[in-house]
Each structure stands twice: as C-alpha cells, then as structure tokens.
C-alpha cells in the first residue's frame, strides 16, 4: 500500500511564500496532488500532476501555487507565493494508480491514498 506523508506546513504573514512536501513509499504510477480543507467545509482540489507530467490547477489558485515532482526522491512539491488569510487550510497530499483523466486530478474521490495533512495558516 502507497504511503504518503506532507511537511513544511507553517504559520505565514499574508504576502508570504511556503514550500510543501510529499514523500511517497513507491514510485507513484497514476497521479498525485495537492488537496486542502478547512473546518466546515468539503475537501477541495487545489493542483495535481499525472505521470507524463499534465497539471491541473484549481482555477483560482492559478498563478500563486506551483506543483512540481522528483520522481527520484518520490517527492511532490506544492511552491505557494502570495499568500492570503483564505488559504488557511489543512494540505493534504494524495495518491492514485492507474489512469487519472484530466478531470479526476483535483477530484478527492479520486484518489486512494492519502496522507495525515499539514497545517498552513496565513495571518493578515
């Protein structure tokens, strides 16, 4: 079974950067993205990668967040610029094998494995 585990999650003024990680246990075969979620409210997609290299990103986060991989270290990256108070939120890494269409990338039933989350909070 696929293991994946975040890190970098912190506290950040409004306008601030932060890098997050995603170490997998394997090579992932499928896809893999970035979700968040805050108290309240459903799990919502916010970018993922397809082996092959396709993106997707949620439409309102375009411009400000990045996703990148290292296959080699089995890693996923999340770079996020210009940060806001609305981006508070639990990052979740997670993982899928197989075939992921475009339109499953940010789909949190999509995907079937996932990890404990990381806290990103943004003060204004």
């Known amino acids: 079974q696929v293991q994946v585990a975040e890190s970098g999650g912190d506290s950040v003024q409004a306008g601030g950067s932060l890098k997050l990680s995603c170490t997998a246990s394997e090579y992932i075969d499928g896809c893999w993205g970035w979700f968040r979620q805050v108290p309240g409210k459903e799990r919502e997609g916010v970018a993922a990668?397809?082996?092959?290299?396709?993106?997707r990103y949620a439409d309102s986060l375009k411009g400000r967040f990045t996703i990148s991989e290292d296959n080699a270290k089995n890693t996923l990256y999340l770079e996020m610029h210009s940060l806001k108070p609305e981006d508070t939120a639990v990052y979740y890494c997670?993982?899928?094998?197989?075939?992921?269409?475009?339109?499953?990338?940010?789909?949190?039933?999509?995907?079937?494995?996932w990890g404990q989350g990381t806290q990103v909070t943004v003060s204004s």
């Open positions: 990668i397809a082996t092959g290299g396709s993106t």
């Open positions: 997670a993982a899928a094998r197989g075939i992921c269409s475009y339109w499953s990338l940010l789909t949190p039933g999509y995907f079937d494995y």
